[in-house]
C-alpha cells in the first residue's frame, strides 16, 4: 500500500527547496526509474492545466499504457494571466500558448469533444462518431462560462457601452481593458459583480475591483469614481477570516459593498443592469459593469448521470470523494480540476494538488493496491489589492488559512513579495505544473 498524502508542503507551491520538496523530488524520480508495466486504456477529458499535467505524470508513472486525450481547443490558455490583461498591465498573448506544447510524447490527442459518457459501459463517445473505450476516465474538462442565462447580454458586447468580463478569454479580457480603462480614465458608476453559482477563482472580481480602483486613483480620477461590489451572498469572500479583511480594505478605499445581488440582465443601451436580491429585483444604472456569468460543468458530465444528485443540482460538478477525487458510483472515473464537485478547488493551485492524488490512487489500481493519498481541499489566491501589492491567500477545506511562508509572509498583508509571486512566480510555477514537474 501507498502512503503518500499530498497536503500542500508549506514551499511546495512556489517550488521552494525544502526537506519535504526534496523528499517529493526522490520519490518521484525512484518512480519514474521504475514505470510499472500496464496495458491500461485511460482517457483524459480535457487538456488544460489539470488534464496536461495529469498526462504528464501518468506517462512518466507507467509503462504501456494506453493514454488519450481528448480536447477540440487547439490553444493552451493561462487563465491567471487574464486579471492582469485585464487590467491593461499583461497583453493578450501573455496567457496563450499552443495545447500540443504541453503533451508529452507518447500521449494519443483526439481534438474532438466528448459527447457522450456511458460509465456502465466504460465508454466515451466524440462528436465525431468515435467511440473510446476506457479503463480509468479523468474527467477534466473545466467548466461552461454560461453567458446565455442573463438577459440581454452578448459576447459581443464586452469592451463596448461600459461592460468588461475578463473570463471569457485572453482577447475578452483585453477587451474588458478597453472599457475598465475608459472607466478609470472618466470615472462614473462602477459595478464590478460575481455569479450565485460556483465559480473558478473565486477572488478574481475582487482583484479587478481593486485593480481598477488603483488605476484610477493612479489617473488622478478617483474622485469622479462611484465603486460597488456586489457580492452573490451574506459574504465578501468564503473564507470568514478573509472576507472580514477584504472588508476592511474596501472601507479604507471608499469601495462600497453590497451583499446578496446577483445580475439577471443587463440593457446595454440604457446602461442598466438587474440584480435578483432577497427582497426582489433591483435596478441600477453604470458607466462600467463587469458580468461574471454562471458557472457551471459541461453537458456531457451532466447528461451522463456523473452529476450530484442532491447538490449543486443546478450546476452539475462531477460527484466524486472530496478527498481522493474518485466517483463514488463509479470507481474508475475520476474528476480534477474546476469540473470536480468539491467544496473548494477551483484554482491552477488546487490542481497542483489534486493531480498527484488521482495519479497516486490510479497507479496503485493498476498494481492491486490501494493508496491514502488525500487532497485536503487546499487553494491559493494570490489576491491583488493594487499594482505592486497583494495578499497571498491560501486555505483549505476546513477554512483553516495555510500559509506557505508562516513567520515570513501573513497571509493577509498586502505585500509586494505577495504581488512578485502572482505578477513573475506563478506563471513558471504553472509551467513546470503542465509539464508534470511541480
Not at 499535467?53 to 477540440?72: E, H, W
Not at 490558455?77 to 496563450?96: D, E, H, T
Not at 444604472?285 to 447528461?303: F, T
Not at 442532491?310 to 450546476?315: E, N, R, S, V, Y
Request: hydrophobic share 40%; net charge neutral.
Amino acid at each position: 500500500m501507498t502512503d503518500m498524502k499530498f497536503a500542500p508542503s508549506r514551499r511546495g507551491f512556489l517550488g521552494l527547496a525544502s526537506a519535504g520538496a526534496l523528499a517529493a523530488l526522490a520519490t518521484a524520480q525512484e518512480a519514474e526509474a521504475q514505470p510499472v508495466p500496464t496495458k491500461a486504456r485511460i482517457v483524459i477529458l480535457g487538456a488544460g492545466a489539470a488534464g496536461a499535467a495529469l498526462a504528464n505524470r501518468l506517462t512518466r508513472r507507467l509503462s504501456g499504457a494506453q493514454i488519450t486525450i481528448v480536447d477540440g481547443r487547439k490553444e493552451h490558455w493561462y487563465q491567471p494571466g487574464f486579471s492582469l490583461i485585464a487590467a491593461g498591465l499583461k497583453p493578450a498573448g501573455y496567457s496563450v500558448s499552443q495545447t500540443t506544447d504541453w503533451l508529452p510524447s507518447g500521449v494519443t490527442l483526439k481534438q474532438d469533444m466528448a459527447a457522450n459518457i456511458d460509465p456502465e459501459a466504460r465508454k466515451v463517445a466524440l462528436n465525431g462518431g468515435e467511440v473510446l473505450e476506457y479503463d480509468y476516465l479523468i474527467l477534466a474538462t473545466g467548466l461552461v462560462l454560461d453567458y446565455a442565462s442573463i438577459d440581454g447580454f452578448e459576447m459581443d458586447m464586452i469592451g463596448k457601452d461600459g461592460v468588461g468580463s475578463l473570463y471569457a478569454g485572453p482577447d475578452y479580457a483585453e477587451k474588458t481593458w478597453a472599457a475598465a480603462g475608459k472607466f478609470a480614465e472618466e470615472g462614473g458608476v462602477g459595478l464590478f459583480t460575481r455569479p450565485g453559482t460556483e465559480m473558478k477563482c473565486a477572488g478574481a472580481p475582487i482583484k479587478h475591483t481593486f485593480l481598477i480602483d488603483d488605476i484610477a486613483r493612479r489617473n488622478g480620477t478617483r474622485g469622479k469614481a462611484d465603486i460597488t461590489y456586489f457580492a452573490n451572498n451574506k459574504s465578501l469572500f468564503g473564507v470568514p477570516i478573509v472576507a472580514e479583511k477584504i472588508r476592511m480594505v474596501f472601507g479604507d478605499r471608499g469601495i462600497n459593498h453590497e451583499y446578496g445581488h446577483v445580475v439577471q440582465a443587463v440593457d446595454p443601451g440604457a446602461k442598466k443592469v438587474t440584480f435578483a436580491t432577497p427582497d426582489g429585483d433591483y435596478e441600477r444604472d453604470y458607466d462600467y459593469v463587469h458580468i461574471i456569468p454562471p458557472q457551471r460543468a459541461p453537458d456531457v458530465i451532466r447528461n451522463s448521470g456523473l452529476s450530484w444528485a442532491d447538490k449543486w443540482t443546478d450546476q452539475g460538478w462531477a460527484e466524486v470523494h472530496k478527498e481522493t477525487l474518485r466517483h463514488l458510483r463509479y470507481d474508475t472515473v475520476f474528476a480534477v480540476g474546476d469540473v470536480a464537485g468539491v467544496p473548494k478547488g477551483k484554482t491552477a493551485a488546487s490542481v497542483k494538488w489534486q493531480v498527484p492524488v488521482v495519479e497516486e490512487h490510479i497507479v496503485a489500481d493498476i498494481q492491486g493496491k490501494t493508496s491514502d493519498a488525500s487532497y485536503n481541499g487546499y487553494t491559493s489566491c494570490p489576491l491583488i489589492t493594487r499594482i505592486g501589492r497583494a495578499m497571498l491567500i491560501e486555505f483549505d477545506y476546513q477554512n483553516n488559512l495555510t500559509p506557505s511562508f508562516p513567520g515570513v509572509i501573513a497571509p493577509l498583508e498586502e505585500l509586494w513579495i505577495s504581488w512578485l509571486m502572482k505578477e513573475v512566480a506563478l506563471k513558471a510555477t504553472y509551467n513546470a505544473m503542465l509539464r508534470g514537474r511541480a
